[in-house]
């Protein structure tokens, strides 16, 4: 996700209180329930998230106290994280964000872990009391949603580096079983990636931004929402701040579902199931984002129910 300027550090804390007709569901016991949680920033994606979370706790007659901690650039967030948790008594550690998960995971607290808002499942998996949820979309639904959004493309081109070569042989394999080809060129380095442009352009009626750590970085987005603009190929990027920025569309998440997923890993664990025991998962609702100036730019025309089934739209006004 791309990176949003980080506030000093900072806690307050929020109490759930639930109302009487809340009596018939089970009611946690606040010394085996409080979480803190632990943000990597303050965007609205992140608050979205929280607000899920809290959500989705209150419906299920959760009563908690919530410690919240946003990090800072400072070096002391360990320690103030330990401070809080030996005050609070918190029971459960609910990180967002890969700056949250890495600091987190390179401390041993005592308490489970519940990792968010990191995009693959490795930054999971390798960290002892813990689980969580991960953003990595599925190759076949990118796929879809892409045949979905783009119904008279044929050629999707898409940049690659050796890391997602698994995954270009699987997206292959689905588009030609759909009657597309998949114009695929391997990156080495990010300065090859103007090279690679030109020649996919020349094969391809639109820009797949297949999720990658030497394609798509802060320094290479714009050249490549440039060349998507100038020579009018549209391109779908892999989150919606990319749509924000000037794709013509954009994958996106459910971050007040993402919320409710952490919830309920919460509850499994109250219930008795160590965290060890619930593997990591994907996220269970998949959105996407549409950029109707770009879309105007390069005289495109979205069908309606496309625009309406679209978690957001920017117009540029």
């Known amino acids: 996700m791309t990176p949003v300027p980080i506030r000093p550090l900072h806690t307050r804390t929020l109490y759930l209180v ?28 992140f608050k979205e998230t929280v607000q899920g979370f809290q959500t989705a706790l209150a419906q ?42 890495q600091i987190l995971s390179q401390e041993n607290f005592g308490i ?33 949603t892409i045949m979905r959004l783009f119904p008279k493309a044929r ?29 695929a060129q391997e990156t080495l380095l990010p300065q090859h990636i103007p090279y690679a ?51 013509v569309a954009a994958f996106s998440w459910d971050f007040a579902d993402l919320g409710a997923q ?3 890993i919460i509850l499994a664990m109250i219930n008795g199931t160590p965290a060890a025991e619930i593997p990591p998962v994907g996220p269970r609702k998949i959105a996407y984002t549409l950029n109707m100036r770009t879309a105007a730019q390069m005289k495109m025309d979205f069908d309606r129910n496309i625009i309406n089934d679209s978690k957001q739209v920017f117009r540029g006004d």
């Open 197 to 247: 442009l030109e020649s996919v352009r020349k094969k391809a009626d639109l820009l797949w931004g297949l999720m990658d750590k030497v394609v798509l970085t802060p320094e290479t987005a714009r050249q490549i929402l440039l060349f998507s603009l100038r020579n009018e190929l549209p391109f779908i990027g892999p989150s919606e701040n990319w749509a924000r920025a000037g794709a």
């Open 155 to 183: 050629r999707v081109g898409v940049l690659y580096s050796k890391e997602n070569e698994p995954k270009i042989m699987e997206a292959a394999r689905l588009f030609k079983k759909n009657g597309l080809s998949l114009e």
């Open 112 to 144: 489970p872990l519940i990792i968010g808002l990191v995009f693959s499942a490795t930054e999971i998996a390798d960290v002892a009391n813990s689980t969580g949820v991960y953003l990595e979309i599925p190759i076949e639904v990118q796929v879809s």
């Open 60 to 101: 299920h007659g959760f009563s908690s106290e919530i410690t919240i901690h946003l990090l800072s650039r400072d070096g002391d967030q360990p320690l103030q994280i330990a401070r809080s948790l030996e005050q609070s008594k918190a029971a459960y550690i609910l990180s967002l964000g890969s700056q949250a998960a």
């Open 18 to 45: 639930f109302a009487a007709a809340l009596i018939l569901t089970p009611v946690y016991p606040a010394a085996a329930s409080s979480v803190c949680i632990v943000l990597s920033n303050e965007s609205a994606q």
């Open 262 to 264: 952490y919830a309920e």
